[in-house]
């Protein structure tokens, strides 16, 4: 999973894996959860999103699951491929209100290597 | 071809000089924004516009300045009272605040 520091989190899986990222959320007040993936020197990439009134939602060969209660949030990737290989951010937002309301908060990402 | 762009790619910075990053889209989106991304660090908000003439300071303004003069342009200027730029900055649009966010691909700003 995410956590504070310089040293992002590693996950290392052999090609056609399924890869698991995880992500524990601070806010639960958030509302809205976003996936980034962020190839090296380019731009963070929609993945795919979830709004708390769901707890599961599919894309091609990538699932979020939200767990709510324990504030946790995954990404799945099915028979992962080198090209899979990236930093992979999740990011918060509190829709309800409040001092944060539209902003967007990123964990500090998670760096998933694939070998072939 | 919609999207993001930003310019330049990358961007040097003599001590003391004013410079001026690049974001344009022509997604439509009311919403604009402006991160920092230090190495082996998440994305910090530097500052964001929800509309046109209008923006707010984000969790890290200071030594920044923006402008939001057309709804497609949202430049981000670092100052000289940031001092310590050196960093990957990303514009981002969305269609409203707290929507999903696209990313452009970024300026690597380096001091001289």
């Known amino acids: 999973g995410e956590s504070v520091g310089l040293h992002l989190p590693t996950l290392s899986v052999q090609e056609g894996d399924n890869s698991i990222i995880n992500c524990a959320y601070s806010?639960?007040?958030?509302?809205?959860f976003i996936w980034y993936k962020q190839e090296s020197g380019k731009g963070p990439q929609f993945i795919i999103d979830?709004?708390?009134?769901?707890d599961k939602r599919q894309g091609q060969r990538v699932t979020v699951l939200l767990n709510k209660t324990v504030k946790h949030l995954s990404l799945q990737i099915a028979a992962t491929q080198p090209g899979d290989s990236a930093v992979y951010f999740c990011?918060?937002?509190?829709?309800?209100?409040?001092?944060?309301?539209?902003?967007?908060?990123f964990g500090q990402g998670t760096i998933l290597t694939v070998h072939p | 071809d919609g999207g993001i762009t930003q310019s330049p790619k990358y961007l040097f910075r003599k001590e003391g000089q004013n410079v001026t990053l690049s974001c344009e889209q022509n997604l439509n989106h009311d919403a604009m924004y402006w991160y920092r991304q230090d190495p082996g660090q998440g994305l910090r908000l530097i500052y964001y516009?929800?509309?046109?003439?209008?923006?707010q300071k984000g969790d890290i303004a200071e030594g920044y300045s923006v402008s939001r003069e057309k709804k497609e342009s949202f430049p981000l200027t670092v100052t000289s009272a940031q001092k310590n730029p050196t960093a990957f900055y990303l514009c981002?649009?969305?269609?409203?605040?707290?929507?999903?966010?696209?990313f452009g691909p970024g300026t690597r700003l380096l001091v001289l």
């Open positions: 979830i709004r708390s009134n769901m």
């Open positions: 516009s929800q509309i046109v003439n209008d923006f």
């Open positions: 806010n639960s007040a958030s509302d809205y």
């Open positions: 981002a649009s969305g269609g409203a605040v707290g929507e999903t966010q696209y």
């Open positions: 990011a918060e937002n509190p829709l309800a209100g409040g001092t944060s309301y539209g902003k967007l908060t």
